[in-house]
């Protein structure tokens, strides 16, 4: 679908806020021309990238929520930790955990990268139908981490295996 094509959607929903997801959207050349013609249009612009792609070339006024790799989804080599020094207040950090080794990594990371004084938001969400959510909202509970606990509401929509929503 060609960025014109996009826009002419997006603006059929009516909407003022757009997220732009995947996959991983930063692999996609378009996406940035994308993103500064819906910023030109007057709308609140999101992106949510899996951290694996330099957020460097992003619009300043695009909101970032950036997914930090744990060790549980096997892909944490791939986490590109220089864009940790590239957000800002106004963006969000996300980390999906798999198990009590994931949440103390997120906590280290969390806290090495001085994450909550630095973004707008720290994201745990547990693996779903792996980590049951009440385990990591008691494990951020009794350490008192500051962080919002976030489930993956898509799978709870549609069926958890449901790909494209």
Known sequence: MSVDAVLARVDEYGCDLVEITGGEPLLQPDVYPLMEHLLASGKTVMVETGGHRSIKDVPS????????????????????WENLDLLTSRDEVKFVIRDRSDYEFAKNVVERHHLLARTAAVLFSPVHDVLPAKDLAAWILADRVPVRLQLQAHKYIWDANTRGV
């Open 61 to 80: 006024d695009v909101i970032r929520i950036m997914d930090v790799k744990c060790p549980g989804s096997g892909e944490s080599e791939k986490n590109h």
